[in-house]
């Protein structure tokens, strides 16, 4: 790993892989919008080497971290301090170098609820909430989902074990409905958020049918080129509107610029770049 020539401050996305990522693009454009001088690149990380490769980016003049899959569960035990979200969460995607600690945070899940508040106006007080399985993503959006004050949350999953894990990782805040795709039949759903991994793959989970209230949303976490599986599927079952992840995306990196840089940039017009990009 080169040291920074330019006295500037170094900030990256660590993942394997991670030439995909949109992190760079994203941050290089908050840094021009906001007029900060800093460079933000994409690291390989070699999969048994990913405290080495933190490390020597510290150590060469590194200010803060992303981190991607499959380092997301790692990166808790390799910081010093964590707030109560990625403690939670069980999962740390933002790093911050603050003297001599490492200060994990998550910023996943915040950055859903902006996109779903601020940028899609969706409702959620009040209104039953479905989170389609129960990976390291959808324990990342349980936080600030409550604090939403959703009517109902529901978790359905594949493997029932580990949504009751995070249901009862949260049972201090709420109650979390746990349920099996069966089990989903006869019951409706104001907002459904596909937290599942099957649109990388071009599968839909196993809904029934009927899952959708009128005027529902269905918000897929992954984004591509055009509507995805589960968003054209989800607009033929009943849903009123269908996105995907791509605003999430812009506004978790936004959460993590104003933690290193102390100013929040506007999201709208690097998510129209990014979208734009993506062709
Ligand atoms: P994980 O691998 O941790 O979890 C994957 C989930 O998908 C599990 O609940 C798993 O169920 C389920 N799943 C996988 N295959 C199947 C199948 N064949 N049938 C039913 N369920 C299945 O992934 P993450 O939680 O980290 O990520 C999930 C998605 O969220 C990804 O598409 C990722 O790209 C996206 N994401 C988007 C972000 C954004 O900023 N837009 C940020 C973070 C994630 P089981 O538990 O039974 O194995």
Not at 30 to 49: C, D, K, M, R, W
Not at 145 to 173: E, H, T, V
Request: proline letters at 6%.
């Amino acid at each position: 790993m080169q040291p920074s020539t330019t006295g500037i401050d170094r900030y990256a996305v660590i993942g394997n892989p991670v030439s995909h990522s949109k992190s760079p693009q994203i941050h290089a454009a908050f840094a021009a919008a906001t007029g900060q001088s800093l460079e933000y690149t994409a690291i390989l990380a070699p999969l048994e080497e990913f405290p080495q490769t933190v490390a020597a980016f510290r150590q060469h003049g590194g200010r803060g971290l992303n981190i991607t899959l499959p380092f997301k569960q790692p990166a808790v035990d390799l910081c010093d301090q964590l707030s109560e979200r990625a403690r939670r969460a069980g999962a740390v995607n933002t790093i911050s170098f603050n003297n001599n600690d490492l200060y994990g945070e998550n910023t996943d899940g915040v950055g859903l609820l902006r996109d779903l508040l601020d940028n899609l106006e969706c409702k959620i007080d009040d209104r039953a909430v479905l989170i389609l399985g129960a990976g390291g993503a959808a324990r990342g959006i349980i936080d600030p989902l409550f604090d939403a004050q959703p009517g109902q949350i529901c978790i359905a999953n594949r493997s029932l074990d580990k949504a009751r894990l995070i249901a009862d990782a949260f049972k201090d805040r709420g109650h979390i409905k746990v349920s099996g795709y069966p089990a989903l039949a006869g019951q409706s759903f104001d907002l459904v958020i596909n937290a599942t991994s099957l649109s990388l793959s071009n599968e839909l989970p196993p809904l029934p049918a009927g899952v959708f209230k009128p005027g529902a949303l269905a918000y897929d976490m992954m984004y591509a080129n055009r509507p995805t599986c589960f968003m054209d599927w989800a607009m033929q079952a009943g849903a009123s509107r269908a996105v995907d992840g791509l605003g999430m995306l812009v506004e978790q990196a936004a959460e993590a610029f104003y933690l290193w840089r102390g100013v929040r940039p506007e999201t709208l017009p690097v998510q129209a770049m990014i979208r734009q990009q993506l062709g």
